[in-house]
């Protein structure tokens, strides 16, 4: 059974959510997470869900359609320890982390649960069939509506493609900030409950690539592990002392 991390939910709302710079964080347990996603399917007004991380946040900084998806998303939960380490600085607590994994396997247990289905949109065919194929083995009786991968340009095809197979809920794993454009420009044409970016973790899902190990997940290194086995992140990975900086300079002049 996958463990989520508990929480002290305090925040600005009576949801319990901060925000941090303009962004606003849903800080959620695994439980009100799930209730939360219940009372959207119940609501029937499909939903984007976001997994913040710091170089997600970074990104906002330069981009307003970023800044506004995560001002504006349904439900956003943190999937990094430099965002737990913001909301530490501005709140004085340590929030739950919910990692891209953790979330797509807790997704599919309770998904099998209540009937829901799932496409799995994104990377190479081989990935997305098999992440799909190895959570049915561990989740028996999820319901998989389809898969497509991430390299066809028809969009309006793929959106077709998802809406008529009838899904709940699309994973999409085209890297970010890609994945949550796609997902805000196409929301209400998908006929999904709800969306959610997973970045790589169909690569990790499908075996293609191995998962951190487990000291290093609590440590909220998992990007370490990442770069260790694709080097060509260098780039994105350069960005975080500068995100770690800009944390401390937002904190000292009290606009975190």
């Keep these: 059974m996958t463990r989520f991390l508990s929480v002290r939910t305090r925040g600005d709302e ?16 695994r439980e009100t997470f799930f209730a939360d996603l219940e009372k959207v399917f119940a609501k029937g007004v499909p939903v984007q869900i976001v997994t913040v991380n ?3 946040l970074e990104e906002s900084l330069r981009d307003r ?10 439900i956003s939960v943190i999937d990094s320890a430099g965002i737990q380490f913001a909301v530490f600085l501005k709140y ?5 982390r919910l990692p891209g994994i ?3 396997r807790g997704l599919a247990d309770w998904g099998r649960k209540k009937g829901i289905s799932f496409f799995f949109f994104g990377g190479k065919e081989r990935s997305s069939r098999l992440a799909s194929e190895r959570l049915r083995t561990d989740f028996p009786g999820l319901r998989i509506a389809g898969q497509a ?18 899904a709940d809920i699309l994973l999409a794993g085209l890297e970010m900030p890609r994945q949550e454009k796609w997902i805000r420009r196409n929301l209400h044409r998908l006929g999904v409950k709800a969306a959610i970016g997973v ?7 499908s075996g293609a690539l191995p998962r951190s190990p487990y000291f290093l997940r609590q440590m909220g290194l998992e990007w370490l592990y990442r770069f260790l086995l694709e080097p060509w992140r260098l780039g ?5 002392p500068v995100f770690l900086t800009r944390l401390f300079y937002w904190s000292f002049k009290k606009c975190l």
């Design 14 to 29: 009576k949801d319990g959510s901060v925000h941090i710079h303009g962004c606003r964080i849903t800080c959620l347990d």
């Design 54 to 56: 710091s170089l997600m």
């Design 65 to 74: 359609e970023m800044e506004n998806i995560l001002r504006e998303s349904g």
């Design 92 to 96: 004085g607590f340590w929030p739950a």
């Design 102 to 104: 953790d979330l797509i």
């Design 149 to 166: 991968d991430g390299y066809s340009e028809d969009e309006e095809k793929t959106v077709e493609k998802i809406r008529r197979s009838g």
């Design 199 to 205: 970045g790589g973790s169909f690569d990790v899902l």
């Design 236 to 240: 994105r990975i350069a960005r975080l």
